[in-house]
Structures are given as structure tokens and as C-alpha cells.
């Protein structure tokens, strides 16, 4: 039982460094190339407060 625990201990810790290392590895997209500047004036108008009357 104690041996099966820390296996099962074991693969799930290097799984995640094996995760975490291979993100380091991935490209970083800049995709704010892509975003259309209209989308970006109406997020700032839709983050206003509302005006008060």
C-alpha cells in the first residue's frame, strides 16, 4: 500500500514537471497582431461606467 502510494506520488510529480518544462518550450504568440482595433475601442467604451444622467 505504502509503495503503490509513493509510486503513484512519484509519476504524478514528474508528469507535472514534464508538463512544466515542455510550456517553457512553447512559443509565445503575440496574437494582439490579429485583433481587430474597432473590438478594441468598444471593450473600452463597454469598460466605462455608465454615464449618469
Given at each position: ?6 509510486t503513484c506520488l ?7 514537471a514534464?508538463?512544466?518544462c ?11 497582431d ?6 478594441v ?13
Open positions: 500500500m505504502f509503495r503503490r502510494t509513493i512519484l509519476l504524478l510529480f514528474s508528469l507535472a514534464g508538463t512544466g515542455m510550456s517553457w518550450r512553447m512559443p509565445k504568440f503575440n496574437l494582439n490579429y485583433r481587430d482595433p474597432r473590438a475601442d468598444i471593450d473600452s467604451r463597454l469598460a466605462d461606467p455608465p454615464p449618469q444622467d
